[in-house]
């Protein structure tokens, strides 16, 4: 028997209803991200790129400042905090009641952000896997917590990834992860399938036509493809002109039960959750 996935998430006191599939604008605050078109590093620019997402309709904006992309250098978690804690401390301050989510895996930056920043939510690629304490982090927050799904860490995940199932070997990863975090009381899960992070394009493919499977959670699902290699090795184009590819690929993902958008282009995604709700 399917569990009901939770229609709303708590963010900071304010409820998110997920009856109508959201929009998460994506804040690279690295020099490295893989598309040019997401990077932002000054003040002006962070705010004015922020500020233009939620004019278009974002419901959420992801912050981050480190590169995740295959083969990305690491840094340092200093050079990590300097990036993310002064663009969320500066949108907290300059546009207030945005809802701000924080892109690490790192539970010290996590715990800034939302403690001392102003941040609502933590989204983790590595779904506590790169830092032991982050569940502990995320039960004492209390905020939802955005788990995803790697293989390996950015530098290895494409090194010939394997699975024997994909779908089943990531719901059962997930199963671990979803019990651990609900003993500990953690109340507002979401679940992200990690396209592109330790996954072939042929993976990436399946997981998005068996993406109804995750259903069976029981927890919002967030979809993040926006521009991915998926789209561009496919087309066989490069990531700046993979919008379109991108616009197709949410709409199947929002017919296959995604709650969640996380796009670098928050206006083509608002439509296109729009004509499907309507569809519907």
């Not at 209390?142 to 790697?150: G, K, Q, W």
Request: aromatic content about 6%; overall charge negative.
């Amino acid at each position: 028997m399917l569990q009901e996935k939770p229609r709303y998430i708590n963010t900071g006191g304010k409820l998110l209803d997920l009856e109508i599939p959201k929009v998460m604008g994506i804040l690279n605050i690295t020099p490295d991200s893989f598309y040019k078109g997401s990077r932002y590093s000054t003040n002006e620019e962070i705010l004015r790129a922020a500020t233009q997402m939620l004019e278009d309709g974002a419901d959420i904006l992801d912050i981050g400042g480190y590169s995740s992309r295959p083969g990305a250098k690491d840094i340092t978690v200093e050079e990590e905090s300097n990036r993310v804690l002064k663009a969320v401390k500066l949108i907290s301050r300059e546009l207030p009641g945005t809802i701000i989510s924080v892109d690490t895996f790192r539970s010290d930056i996590a715990r800034e952000a939302v403690i001392e920043c102003g941040a609502h939510m933590i989204n983790d690629i590595s779904g506590g896997d790169a830092d032991n304490n982050m569940f502990l982090i995320v039960e004492k927050l209390n905020v939802p917590y955005i788990m995803m799904h790697m293989k390996g860490n950015p530098r290895t995940m494409q090194n010939n990834p394997v699975y024997e199932d994909i779908v089943a070997d990531i719901l059962k990863w997930f199963g671990e992860r979803i019990f651990k975090l609900k003993s500990a009381g953690v109340k507002d899960i979401i679940i992200d399938p990690g396209f592109g992070f330790g996954k072939t394009i042929d993976h990436n493919f399946e997981l998005l036509r068996k993406l109804g499977d995750f259903s069976i959670a029981g927890l919002p699902v967030l979809v993040g493809i926006s521009r991915k290699s998926m789209i561009w090795k496919t087309l066989d184009i490069s990531a700046d002109e993979a919008l379109n590819g991108t616009t197709a690929l949410n709409a199947i993902a929002l017919f296959k039960g995604a709650d969640i958008l996380r796009v670098h282009d928050v206006k083509e995604a608002v439509q296109t959750i729009q004509l499907i709700s309507k569809l519907r």
